[in-house]
């Protein structure tokens, strides 16, 4: 008998919720909706070159 490998199931992917953002950021001021919400509750803006990031919670 030969050995049999196991694999791990695959991990599901966090879900991030989308939310309803209008205005501008007051840091930055590009629109609310290139605004990303991480897992950890940290806000980082995903607009090219900005460097944004927000730990509390919107």
């Known amino acids: 008998m030969g050995k049999?490998?196991?694999f791990k199931p695959p991990r599901p992917a966090p879900k991030?919720?989308?939310r309803v953002r209008t205005?501008?950021?007051p840091k930055c001021g590009h629109k609310?909706?290139?605004h990303v919400t991480?897992?950890?509750g940290?806000?980082?803006c995903a607009a090219r070159g900005c460097l944004c990031r927000s730990n509390s919670p919107r």
Request: charged share 10%; glycine share 6%; hydrophobic share 45%.
């Open 23 to 25: 205005g501008e950021c």
């Open 16 to 18: 991030l919720v989308p």
């Open 32 to 34: 609310m909706d290139v």
């Open 4 to 6: 049999v490998i196991q």
């Open 38 to 40: 991480h897992p950890n």
């Open 42 to 44: 940290a806000m980082s």
